[in-house]
T-cell receptor, first 111, second 115 residues
Framework: QKEVEQNSGPLSVPEGAIASLNCTYSDRGSQSFFWYRQYSGKSPELIMSIYSNGDKEDGRFTAQLNKASQYVSLLIRDSQPSDSATYLC???????????FGSGTRLSIRP | ETGVTQSPTHLIKTRGQQVTLRCSSQSGHNTVSWYQQALGQGPQFIFQYYREEENGRGNFPPRFSGLQFPNYSSELNVNALELDDSALYLCAATRASGTSTDTQYFGPGTRLTVL
């Protein structure tokens, strides 16, 4: 069983709409959660980090964490064509220093 | 700009050969992690170095080895290359102190092709 699960997509969203990306994880001891954006052929770029339950907003991005449900999400408001990329959910466990990544969700913003 | 650099950008090797990939980061980043990312997959953790010692390892065979130097730069060595080793290799640096670890920032990666 994968430790971090994401829907591979592609997720197609019209320009200006809200894109919702979801991620579940298996280890309840997880402490830190990250969303990375990766354009084709490029390395992952950190968008958001979240450590406690609730919402965290940064510009058009909102990360949501629910540790009881082992669920983390990323909302992108007013989606732009430049948001078209693969979004990677990543989890850092409390007992180790490694980060476990999901396989990513491909997001496509259509004009 | 993450302050993490990797070399070379691209590399082509043949099966059975050995390869060394390099990573450097800005001052203060005392922890470096290496990841392998196959096409269409998320990065897979290879190992991490903290203060020049291996500090955690993923499910990779011993022919994947590494080093971290006093200036915190790092190398990933892969022996006896196999076709499945073809991937994007990512280095991520961060600053760790005690039990806490800051966010990891990735370098641009090295694209390795094994023929």
């Amino acid at each position: 069983q994968k430790e971090v699960e994401q829907n591979s997509g592609p997720l197609s969203v019209p320009e200006g709409a809200i894109a919702s990306l979801n991620c579940t994880y298996s280890d309840r001891g997880s402490q830190s959660f990250f969303w990375y954006r990766q354009y084709s052929g490029k390395s992952p770029e950190l968008i958001m980090s979240i450590y406690s339950n609730g919402d965290k907003e940064d510009g058009r991005f909102t990360a949501q964490l629910n540790k009881a449900s082992q669920y983390v999400s990323l909302l992108i408001r007013d989606s732009q064509p430049s948001d078209s990329a693969t979004y990677l959910c990543a989890v850092m466990y409390s007992s180790a220093s490694k980060i476990i990544f999901g396989s990513g969700t491909r997001l496509s913003i259509r004009p | 700009e993450t302050g993490v650099t990797q070399s070379p950008t691209h590399l082509i090797k043949t099966r059975g050969q050995q390869v060394t990939l390099r990573c450097s980061s800005q001052s203060g980043h005392n922890t470096v992690s290496w990841y392998q990312q196959a096409l269409g997959q998320g990065p897979q953790f290879i190992f991490q170095y903290y203060r020049e010692e291996e500090n955690g390892r993923g499910n990779f065979p011993p022919r994947f080895s590494g080093l971290q130097f006093p200036n915190y730069s790092s190398e990933l060595n892969v022996n006896a290359l196999e076709l499945d080793d073809s991937a994007l290799y990512l280095c991520a640096a961060t600053r760790a102190s005690g039990t806490s670890t800051d966010t990891q920032y990735f370098g641009p990666g090295t694209r390795l092709t094994v023929l």
